[in-house]
T-cell receptor
Framework: DAGVTQSPTHLIKTRGQQVTLRCSPK?????VSWYQQALGQGPQFIFQ???????QRGNFPDRFSGHQFPNYSSELNVNALLLGDSALYLC????????????FGQGTRLTVV | KQEVTQIPAALSVPEGENLVLNCSFTDSAIYNLQWFRQDPGKGLTSLLL???SQREQTSGRLNASLDKSSGRSTLYIAASQPGDSATYLC????????????WGAGTKLIIKP
Protein backbone atom coordinates (compact mmCIF):
# COMPACT_ATOMS: atom_id res chain seq x y z
CA ASP A 1 0.00 0.00 0.00
CA ALA A 2 1.60 3.25 -1.17
CA GLY A 3 -0.29 5.35 1.34
CA VAL A 4 -1.28 8.90 0.45
CA THR A 5 0.84 10.36 -2.33
CA GLN A 6 1.07 13.99 -3.36
CA SER A 7 2.69 15.64 -6.35
CA PRO A 8 4.74 17.62 -6.89
CA THR A 9 6.80 17.77 -3.70
CA HIS A 10 8.05 21.29 -4.33
CA LEU A 11 6.82 24.08 -6.56
CA ILE A 12 7.83 27.67 -7.21
CA LYS A 13 5.31 29.98 -8.85
CA THR A 14 5.11 33.67 -9.60
CA ARG A 15 2.48 35.91 -8.06
CA GLY A 16 -0.68 35.94 -10.18
CA GLN A 17 -0.11 32.51 -11.67
CA GLN A 18 -2.28 29.44 -11.19
CA VAL A 19 -1.21 26.12 -9.66
CA THR A 20 -2.61 22.58 -9.49
CA LEU A 21 -1.64 20.13 -6.76
CA ARG A 22 -2.50 16.45 -6.89
CA CYS A 23 -3.31 13.77 -4.34
CA SER A 24 -3.88 10.03 -4.53
CA PRO A 25 -5.59 8.63 -1.43
CA LYS A 26 -4.70 5.53 0.50
CA UNK A 27 -6.16 2.35 -0.96
CA UNK A 28 -9.74 1.85 0.21
CA UNK A 29 -10.26 5.51 1.15
CA UNK A 30 -12.90 7.55 -0.64
CA UNK A 31 -12.61 10.88 1.18
CA VAL A 32 -9.92 13.49 0.58
CA SER A 33 -9.30 16.62 2.64
CA TRP A 34 -6.90 19.46 1.87
CA TYR A 35 -5.09 21.56 4.46
CA GLN A 36 -2.77 24.56 4.27
CA GLN A 37 0.05 24.78 6.80
CA ALA A 38 2.00 27.98 7.23
CA LEU A 39 5.41 27.80 8.86
CA GLY A 40 5.19 27.24 12.61
CA GLN A 41 1.43 26.81 12.64
CA GLY A 42 -1.05 23.96 12.67
CA PRO A 43 -2.80 22.97 9.44
CA GLN A 44 -5.86 24.97 8.33
CA PHE A 45 -8.74 23.13 6.66
CA ILE A 46 -9.39 24.14 3.05
CA PHE A 47 -12.08 21.67 1.97
CA GLN A 48 -13.10 18.02 1.85
CA UNK A 49 -14.26 15.94 -1.10
CA UNK A 50 -16.49 12.88 -0.90
CA UNK A 51 -18.19 11.11 -3.82
CA UNK A 52 -16.77 13.74 -6.18
CA UNK A 53 -18.53 16.58 -4.35
CA UNK A 54 -17.18 19.26 -2.04
CA UNK A 55 -18.70 18.23 1.30
CA GLN A 56 -17.34 20.98 3.52
CA ARG A 57 -15.27 24.10 3.03
CA GLY A 58 -13.10 26.06 5.40
CA ASN A 59 -12.53 29.80 5.48
CA PHE A 60 -10.67 30.12 2.19
CA PRO A 61 -11.49 32.37 -0.79
CA ASP A 62 -12.94 31.12 -4.05
CA ARG A 63 -9.47 31.27 -5.58
CA PHE A 64 -9.07 27.87 -3.95
CA SER A 65 -11.00 25.18 -5.77
CA GLY A 66 -10.83 21.44 -6.05
CA HIS A 67 -11.97 18.35 -7.79
CA GLN A 68 -12.29 14.66 -6.99
CA PHE A 69 -12.17 12.04 -9.71
CA PRO A 70 -14.06 8.73 -9.90
CA ASN A 71 -10.93 6.90 -8.67
CA TYR A 72 -11.03 9.17 -5.54
CA SER A 73 -7.86 11.06 -6.42
CA SER A 74 -8.11 14.80 -6.02
CA GLU A 75 -6.72 18.09 -7.24
CA LEU A 76 -6.37 21.42 -5.47
CA ASN A 77 -6.29 24.48 -7.73
CA VAL A 78 -5.27 27.94 -6.63
CA ASN A 79 -5.77 30.89 -8.97
CA ALA A 80 -4.25 34.36 -8.87
CA LEU A 81 -1.51 33.31 -6.47
CA LEU A 82 -0.52 35.68 -3.68
CA LEU A 83 2.71 35.73 -1.72
CA GLY A 84 0.66 34.67 1.31
CA ASP A 85 -0.30 31.43 -0.41
CA SER A 86 3.24 30.16 0.18
CA ALA A 87 2.81 27.18 2.50
CA LEU A 88 2.92 23.42 2.82
CA TYR A 89 -0.25 21.93 1.31
CA LEU A 90 -1.29 18.65 2.88
CA CYS A 91 -3.70 16.07 1.59
CA UNK A 92 -5.42 13.64 3.95
CA UNK A 93 -7.44 10.60 3.05
CA UNK A 94 -9.91 8.65 5.16
CA UNK A 95 -12.73 6.17 4.77
CA UNK A 96 -16.11 7.81 4.22
CA UNK A 97 -18.20 8.84 7.19
CA UNK A 98 -17.60 10.26 10.65
CA UNK A 99 -15.05 9.29 13.24
CA UNK A 100 -12.38 7.86 11.00
CA UNK A 101 -8.62 8.07 11.12
CA UNK A 102 -6.96 10.50 8.71
CA UNK A 103 -3.74 9.61 6.91
CA PHE A 104 -1.60 12.34 5.40
CA GLY A 105 0.71 12.62 2.43
CA GLN A 106 4.18 14.16 2.52
CA GLY A 107 2.82 17.49 1.35
CA THR A 108 3.58 19.93 -1.45
CA ARG A 109 5.75 22.91 -0.57
CA LEU A 110 4.48 25.88 -2.61
CA THR A 111 6.59 29.01 -2.80
CA VAL A 112 5.13 32.10 -4.45
CA VAL A 113 7.65 34.73 -5.51
CA LYS B 1 -16.31 26.65 18.61
CA GLN B 2 -13.63 24.03 19.22
CA GLU B 3 -10.15 25.35 19.96
CA VAL B 4 -7.05 23.24 20.51
CA THR B 5 -3.98 24.46 22.38
CA GLN B 6 -0.59 22.85 22.83
CA ILE B 7 1.79 23.95 25.57
CA PRO B 8 4.73 24.31 25.56
CA ALA B 9 5.47 25.48 22.02
CA ALA B 10 8.99 24.07 22.32
CA LEU B 11 10.76 21.64 24.61
CA SER B 12 14.39 20.57 24.84
CA VAL B 13 15.40 17.62 27.03
CA PRO B 14 18.43 15.31 27.36
CA GLU B 15 18.33 11.89 25.77
CA GLY B 16 16.85 9.17 27.93
CA GLU B 17 14.31 11.29 29.77
CA ASN B 18 10.64 10.49 29.92
CA LEU B 19 8.50 13.43 28.83
CA VAL B 20 4.91 14.56 28.50
CA LEU B 21 3.40 16.74 25.78
CA ASN B 22 0.10 18.45 26.48
CA CYS B 23 -2.97 19.13 24.32
CA SER B 24 -6.07 20.99 25.53
CA PHE B 25 -9.42 21.34 23.79
CA THR B 26 -12.38 23.53 24.68
CA ASP B 27 -15.33 21.35 23.60
CA SER B 28 -15.60 17.81 24.95
CA ALA B 29 -17.90 16.78 22.08
CA ILE B 30 -15.31 14.96 20.01
CA TYR B 31 -15.25 11.66 18.15
CA ASN B 32 -11.56 11.16 18.68
CA LEU B 33 -8.22 12.85 19.16
CA GLN B 34 -5.16 12.10 17.05
CA TRP B 35 -1.49 12.73 17.69
CA PHE B 36 0.83 13.33 14.76
CA ARG B 37 4.55 13.74 14.25
CA GLN B 38 5.98 16.16 11.70
CA ASP B 39 9.63 16.29 10.70
CA PRO B 40 10.93 19.62 9.32
CA GLY B 41 9.35 20.42 5.95
CA LYS B 42 7.62 17.04 5.81
CA GLY B 43 4.10 15.71 5.99
CA LEU B 44 2.28 14.34 9.01
CA THR B 45 2.75 10.85 10.40
CA SER B 46 -0.11 9.51 12.48
CA LEU B 47 1.11 8.25 15.86
CA LEU B 48 -1.96 7.40 17.91
CA LEU B 49 -5.72 7.86 17.69
CA UNK B 50 -7.84 7.76 20.83
CA UNK B 51 -11.57 7.30 20.48
CA UNK B 52 -13.78 9.40 22.76
CA SER B 53 -14.81 6.25 24.64
CA GLN B 54 -11.17 5.32 25.37
CA ARG B 55 -8.85 6.54 28.10
CA GLU B 56 -5.52 5.74 26.49
CA GLN B 57 -3.66 4.16 23.59
CA THR B 58 -0.13 2.77 23.46
CA SER B 59 2.33 2.18 20.66
CA GLY B 60 5.86 1.19 21.59
CA ARG B 61 7.40 3.96 23.71
CA LEU B 62 4.41 6.22 23.14
CA ASN B 63 1.32 6.43 25.31
CA ALA B 64 -1.53 8.87 24.73
CA SER B 65 -4.27 9.55 27.25
CA LEU B 66 -7.59 11.33 26.91
CA ASP B 67 -9.68 13.03 29.59
CA LYS B 68 -12.74 14.51 27.91
CA SER B 69 -14.16 15.96 31.12
CA SER B 70 -11.12 18.17 31.62
CA GLY B 71 -10.52 18.74 27.90
CA ARG B 72 -7.01 17.32 27.97
CA SER B 73 -4.88 14.80 26.18
CA THR B 74 -1.26 13.97 26.91
CA LEU B 75 1.38 12.20 24.85
CA TYR B 76 3.93 10.40 26.99
CA ILE B 77 7.27 9.48 25.41
CA ALA B 78 9.39 7.03 27.36
CA ALA B 79 13.18 6.87 27.21
CA SER B 80 13.47 9.66 24.64
CA GLN B 81 15.96 9.36 21.78
CA PRO B 82 17.48 11.95 19.40
CA GLY B 83 15.36 10.43 16.62
CA ASP B 84 12.25 11.57 18.51
CA SER B 85 13.14 15.18 17.69
CA ALA B 86 10.25 16.58 15.66
CA THR B 87 7.12 18.68 16.02
CA TYR B 88 4.20 16.89 17.62
CA LEU B 89 0.67 18.01 16.77
CA CYS B 90 -2.67 16.99 18.18
CA UNK B 91 -5.97 17.26 16.31
CA UNK B 92 -9.53 16.89 17.58
CA UNK B 93 -12.29 15.41 15.42
CA UNK B 94 -15.41 17.34 16.46
CA UNK B 95 -18.65 15.41 16.85
CA UNK B 96 -21.54 16.49 14.67
CA UNK B 97 -21.57 17.42 11.01
CA UNK B 98 -18.15 19.04 11.00
CA UNK B 99 -15.72 17.03 8.91
CA UNK B 100 -12.58 19.05 9.54
CA UNK B 101 -9.95 18.29 12.14
CA UNK B 102 -9.19 21.08 14.61
CA TRP B 103 -5.46 21.44 15.21
CA GLY B 104 -3.08 22.67 17.84
CA ALA B 105 -0.02 24.64 16.70
CA GLY B 106 2.31 21.87 17.83
CA THR B 107 5.14 21.33 20.30
CA LYS B 108 8.64 21.35 18.81
CA LEU B 109 10.65 18.70 20.64
CA ILE B 110 14.45 18.56 20.67
CA ILE B 111 16.19 15.60 22.27
CA LYS B 112 19.82 16.40 23.05
CA PRO B 113 22.32 13.52 22.73
Amino acid sequence: DAGVTQSPTHLIKTRGQQVTLRCSPKSGHDTVSWYQQALGQGPQFIFQYYEEEERQRGNFPDRFSGHQFPNYSSELNVNALLLGDSALYLCASSPGGMNTEAFFGQGTRLTVV
Amino acid sequence: KQEVTQIPAALSVPEGENLVLNCSFTDSAIYNLQWFRQDPGKGLTSLLLIQSSQREQTSGRLNASLDKSSGRSTLYIAASQPGDSATYLCAADPAGSNYQLIWGAGTKLIIKP
